[in-house]
């Protein structure tokens, strides 16, 4: 790669930060809004994994859309820095157009990779999340390490709760199926939402608080959900969910009204454009890796670690065998817990689980054979 690609890709990178800095202070929406949606598009579509992060080694290595190439140069995949930078121009994006692909986008980027790089039991965070057969997740400590994504880490996790919803004149958004309450006292409207997903498929929405008059409810209907239902106080609406898009349901709400919104879930393969033999699984929006335990991890090669030295301790990660045309043919659910499948291998069988679930070595792409 030349050193002006690099300087290029610096460059590139380092918009992020300034495109979303820039919005934050309010100057970029009437500067250059055509700039902003275009470097969200050429990163979120052919520069991106399939957890929703992107980059090696704080940089991109390779041409747009030669994922798999970029996949095969070093461990040191999707710095945090990236997803959450990515993740506060989609907050920005969105708020402009409410385009829902945004928020298919900004789903599988929090589920995926920023629910999965900080430890639910020391609080520790990841640097590089990578997506390496074998790989692990290395983390930050108290001490030794303070890095820019142990920083980033701090701001993201204090957002978990950002932008589950958002508002206009006419109503409210329903963006992420988050367990919350929403207490919008100006407009004197309140709504709960109850919900385990994506261990589930679905959501429920109870109107806690509503002025007399009428206003929209408007529900996010995945691109991944297809076969989406809505039912309000128990009747099934007459209009059929259509998957990417928002659902508005306009009324004057009462106190107690209740919505549910059923998003079955499929499995979905998705291979690497540059080389289609190597996949990655997902369930709905969640990333499927295989558990493969924790062979030759010691503390060492996980804490004060920005990414995995995988080549120290290297894995033999097999083939995944396909026997059959559908990917429901041959990748079945576990039954043990929800989000848990197996599938057979070159030399016998793989549990797959949620990736924001595992913390031994796990592989996100496979080669299907
Ligand atoms: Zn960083």
Known sequence: MSNNEVKRHYAAKYDVTLIASTE??????????????FF???????????????????LWRTSPGRLAAEWRIGPNHQECCCSYNMMKLT??????????????YYERNLFNHRLGTIHPETGHSVYFLSMAPGAWKGLCDEEKSFWCCTGTAF????KLNDSIYYRDEKGISV????????DDSERVIGLRQDTRFPDEPRTTLTITKAPA?????????????SAASVKVNGRALEVTPSAGSYLSVTRAWKKGDRV???????LVAEP???EPGVQAFLYGPVVLAGDLGNQGLTDALVNNQQGPAVAKIPMSVPELRASGRKLEDWMKPDGSSPLTFRAATANGSVTLKALNQLWGRFAAYWTVS
Request: charged residues 20%; negative net charge; glycine residues 8%.
């Open 24 to 37: 934050v202070s309010g100057g970029l929406k009437g500067k250059c809004p055509a700039k902003a949606e």
């Open 40 to 58: 969200w598009y050429a990163v979120s579509s052919a520069r991106t994994f399939a957890t929703g992060g992107s980059s090696t080694q704080e």
């Open 91 to 104: 907050r920005h994006l969105h708020s402009w157009n409410g385009d829902p692909r945004y928020f298919d």
């Open 155 to 158: 701001e993201e996790y204090s």
């Open 175 to 182: 963006n992420l199926f988050i367990a919350s309450e929403l």
């Open 213 to 225: 008059s009428s206003w929209t409810l408007r529900l996010r209907v995945p691109s991944w959900a």
């Open 260 to 266: 549910s919104l059923e998003l079955p879930m499929s």
């Open 272 to 274: 690497f454009a540059d």
